[in-house]
């Protein structure tokens, strides 16, 4: 009985703590996304693009809202290392552009032909294709831009920036070689080798360069550089194992996305090799990983393990 009671204390402790960072990382990232969304404007509301139909368009999945996660990540990280946030805002900046030029992309027909992206229509369904494709290059275009023209930055980090982006963005080493294995994936049983590769490139290529991305900007030491990349790493992953789980958990209004696409279009998903439960559980081990990766880290790193923890328990 004694055990029992004391078990369902620790329960009730770890609830709480949960509903605390939750609580905490919601504050973080909405402040993050606040000033990240200051320096998108800055960046592009500025620039005269024309036509201003594809200027409207670049406009509509820039500022469809979200959490920011991968340029909260870079401001985490080289904050944590001691760079001041306005010397990361345009390497975060630069990343959110392609991420969202990602989305752009991913959505299309060719692509997985989706109509719903962060709760209203996808680029190519408020405009259209041609454009879409069109915002989606002009938005990595401008990423590229943003870092190079960084003066708060010196010439060799914004090198070595735009050379470990464009890596994480491209191929053979990054998310587009993912978008390729998972589509050449659909229908097919594929080993967990496989599956593991496509999420690292798709998914954890972008979020482990936001976050060496913020190191780099803090001039981090190369020790220091790899234990937060064995850190983002996880978090990569974690990341694709709960974005799976929540495909098949949640639904299209809380997600703002198509809910049960992966199922329809035959995905290779951590739920489809290893179940429900097994990939939860898989989840939990992963982000005790990245948790003990951090303690290699000579700094105050709780930010980064509640972040962890965030991802591992967020429902959108």
Request: glycine share 6%; aromatic share 6%; with cysteine.
């Amino acid at each position: 009985m004694f055990l029992q009671s004391e078990m369902r204390v620790c329960t009730f402790n770890r609830l709480r703590y949960i509903l605390f960072v939750m609580n905490r990382l919601e504050t973080f990232f909405a402040e993050c996304s606040q000033t990240i969304n200051e320096k998108l404007g800055e960046l592009v509301l500025s620039e005269k693009i024309e036509p201003q139909r594809l200027h409207k368009a670049i406009c509509w999945s820039l500022f469809a809202g979200g959490k920011r996660f991968r340029p909260a990540l870079v401001l985490a990280v080289g904050e944590t290392f001691g760079a001041k946030r306005e010397k990361l805002l345009r390497t975060a900046a630069a990343i959110e552009m392609i991420h969202t030029y990602s989305l752009i992309h991913d959505d299309l027909p060719a692509m997985d032909n989706d109509d719903l992206r962060r709760g209203r229509e996808t680029c190519h369904r408020k405009f259209d294709e041609t454009t879409a494709v069109l915002a989606g290059d002009v938005l990595q275009a401008l990423a590229f831009q943003a870092i190079a023209e960084d003066e708060s930055l010196s010439a060799k980090i914004r090198v070595r920036l735009i050379s470990e982006i464009s890596r994480a963005a491209g191929t053979p080493f990054g998310m587009v070689a993912g978008q390729q294995l998972d589509l050449e994936a659909e229908g097919k049983n594929i080993s967990i080798e496989n599956l593991e590769k496509i999420h690292h490139l798709k998914t954890g290529a972008m979020i482990l360069v936001s976050a060496r991305a913020g190191a780099i900007v803090a001039e981090a030491s190369e020790k220091e550089l790899g234990a937060v990349s064995n850190y983002a790493s996880q978090l990569g992953l974690l990341f694709q194992i709960t974005d799976d789980l929540l495909d098949v958990t949640q639904t299209t209004e809380i997600l703002g996305k198509t809910a049960g696409k992966d199922v329809s279009a035959a995905k290779a998903t951590y739920p489809a090799f290893y179940g429900l439960r097994e990939s939860q559980n898989l989840a939990e081990k992963v982000y005790i990983k990245a948790c003990n990766d951090l303690d290699k880290i000579g700094k105050e790193t709780n930010l980064l393990c509640e972040i962890a923890d965030f991802i591992l328990n967020r429902k959108k």
